[in-house]
């Protein structure tokens, strides 16, 4: 049996955080029915490109899922949603706060039907305090929490992550907040309101740098640590332009790679970190990735390449974990044609996932 099955999940969500988070949920047995507004696209069903009719963004996040079109702003709409709500365990919702609230949707009122309710609120800063108002992206949250200080240099300071770090963050502490109140209502039958921080996520993934500050008031920034500049732990370019990832941070690692590459007379010599990490950035420059890779498939030292999105997918090792599966496009034709999909990376050793069909946004 799946660990979810025969949970009803209402999910008010667009965009990335709450859809990541109840893709989570459905893959996992939850039945998820995704309200939206009529005329009101989410902007991940529009964002290129495009596959088997669907974004291939919402065809992704939108997997297993039925999709309710519902103006919550009439009272038939209204009333749709509160009929369901005996019978739904889980809400989840991305609006800013309050908004739910002033259409008749918010926490105190919807558990006043059902007090086993788990009401799980996403926003960019929180439900409470003076930015609980202010709009964002992954980016203004990345600026706010640490995330932004410590990805770039000093030289061209910080730069876009490009995977959204605090809106991903969000969506993960968002799962593990309902699960762990779901734990808590089968223990009480009580259910619980969880108000999930997109910027505060983003600030408790950076929570080895920002500890430096609480507890010994040292504020590092770009090029200050080990693991963001300032040693050689980083990535390099190769002669063909392509790019090696060195993780080399114990003593031993460092000196089987300095060993590699020829430069392990390199630590009888006083270099800084700096200049160490010059002379390997030269080195490495000197060959073609393909090089480096039989170099390293001989040394286990923390070194891999920078692969390719076409290279991940054929690479022997990721399809031996299976992290890509195949989805039906049409759920009422399961035997039909196939998406690929990423399968979430959880592996249990008597539980499977269920992959019932892509996500069914509105035809273009």
């Known amino acids: 049996m799946l660990p979810l099955k025969g949970l009803r999940v209402l999910?008010?969500?667009?965009?990335?955080?709450?859809?990541?988070?109840?893709?989570?949920?459905?893959?996992w047995g939850a039945e998820v029915t995704v309200v939206e507004a009529p005329g009101r696209e989410d902007l991940a069903q529009v964002m290129p490109p495009f596959a088997d009719g669907q974004s291939t963004t919402y065809g992704f996040l939108g997997r297993n899922k039925t999709v309710m079109v519902v103006d919550l702003k009439t009272p038939d709409g209204r009333q749709k949603i509160l009929d369901l709500i005996p019978d739904t365990d889980i809400v989840v919702q991305q609006f800013r706060p309050g908004t739910m609230e002033k259409l008749g949707f918010g926490y105190e009122t919807?558990?006043?039907?059902?007090?086993?309710?788990?009401?799980?609120?996403?926003?960019?800063y929180g439900q409470?305090?003076?930015?609980?108002?202010r709009a964002g992206h992954d980016i203004n949250y990345a600026a706010r929490s640490g995330v932004a200080v410590m990805n770039g240099s000093l030289a061209a300071g910080p730069?876009?992550?490009g995977v959204p770090l605090c809106?991903?963050?969000?969506?993960?502490?968002?799962?593990?907040?309902?699960l762990m109140a779901l734990y808590h209502r089968e223990r009480t039958g009580e259910g619980q309101a969880v108000d999930i921080s997109l910027a505060a996520s983003g600030l408790f993934l950076s929570s080895l740098w920002a500890q430096m500050e609480l507890a010994a008031g040292q504020s590092p920034r770009w090029e200050s640590t080990e693991l963001n500049g300032a040693g050689i732990y980083g990535f390099y370019?190769?002669?063909?332009?392509?790019?090696?990832?060195?993780?080399?941070?114990?003593?031993?690692?460092?000196?089987?790679?300095?060993?590699a590459i020829g430069g392990l007379s390199w630590l009888g010599v006083v270099l800084s970190k700096l200049e160490l990490k010059q002379k390997v950035a030269a080195r490495i420059a000197q060959e073609t990735l393909q090089v480096w890779q039989e170099i390293f498939s001989k040394v286990d030292v923390c070194v891999e390449p920078v692969q390719e999105f076409e290279e991940i997918f054929v690479d022997p090792h990721h399809e031996a974990q299976q992290w890509v599966v195949e989805v039906p496009v049409n759920p009422l034709d399961p035997l039909?044609?196939?998406?690929?999909?990423?399968?979430?990376?959880?592996?249990?050793?008597?539980?499977?996932?269920?992959?019932?069909?892509i996500g069914q946004g509105r035809s273009r």
């Open 159 to 161: 730069v876009p992550t």
């Open 336 to 357: 039909g044609k196939k998406q690929k999909q990423l399968a979430i990376p959880l592996r249990f050793s008597g539980l499977s996932p269920q992959f019932l069909h």
């Open 167 to 178: 809106d991903l963050g969000g969506s993960l502490h968002g799962v593990i907040g309902i």
């Open 128 to 133: 409470e305090g003076p930015m609980r108002d």
């Open 11 to 27: 999910d008010f969500s667009s965009l990335l955080p709450g859809p990541f988070a109840t893709l989570y949920l459905g893959d």
């Open 237 to 259: 370019r190769t002669k063909d332009q392509r790019y090696l990832s060195v993780g080399t941070l114990e003593p031993k690692f460092v000196k089987g790679f300095l060993e």
């Open 110 to 124: 919807l558990k006043k039907i059902n007090p086993k309710l788990i009401y799980a609120s996403i926003s960019g």
